[in-house]
C-alpha cells in the first residue's frame, strides 16, 4: 500500500466538518496487487433516500510539474474507477486537488479537457483550516 498524501489529513478533517463520516481509511480493493483510495466516507442524505457513499483520491500537486502531477492522478483516478464500478457501483469516486491545482494546472486547457473529457469528479480543498470544500461533481 502506498503512503498517505501530504494533505491527508486535511481534506479527511475538512470532510468530517461537512458531516461526513469516514468509513474506510483507506478504501481498500480486492485487487492482485491490491490497490486503495485515500477515504471512503458516506452521510445521511435524507431518511427516504439513504446514504450518500465516496470514495476519495487526494492528492497534493507538489511536483515542479502540475502535467506530471495531473497524468499520475488521472491513471489513478481512471483505474480506481474501474475496479469501484465492479465492486461498489453506488459509490462515487472523487478526486482531492488543493486549490493550487485549480487556479493552475485545472484552469488551463490540458486540465479542463481531461476532468470534463474524462468525467473526473473533483472535490477542491484549501490548506487554510475550516475553509469548507469545494465540489465540483461530473
Do not use: C
Amino acid at each position: 500500500m502506498s503512503k498517505r498524501d501530504k494533505y491527508h489529513e486535511t481534506v479527511k478533517q475538512a470532510l468530517i466538518r461537512e458531516g461526513w463520516a469516514i468509513t474506510h481509511d483507506p478504501y481498500m480493493f480486492q485487487t492482485d496487487p491490491k490497490l486503495a483510495t485515500d477515504l471512503g466516507a458516506e452521510r445521511l442524505l435524507a431518511a427516504e433516500r439513504g446514504y450518500e457513499r465516496i470514495a476519495v483520491e487526494i492528492k497534493s500537486f507538489l511536483r515542479s510539474s502540475q502535467v506530471v502531477d495531473l497524468e499520475e492522478a488521472i491513471g489513478q483516478y481512471a483505474l480506481y474507477q474501474l475496479f469501484l464500478r465492479q465492486s461498489d457501483p453506488a459509490r462515487q469516486l472523487y478526486l482531492a486537488v488543493p486549490r493550487h491545482a485549480l487556479d493552475n494546472i485545472l484552469s488551463r486547457e490540458v486540465g479542463r479537457v481531461a476532468i470534463e473529457g474524462l468525467k473526473v469528479n473533483v472535490i477542491v480543498y484549501s490548506l487554510a483550516d475550516e475553509e469548507p470544500l469545494l465540489w465540483k461533481p461530473q
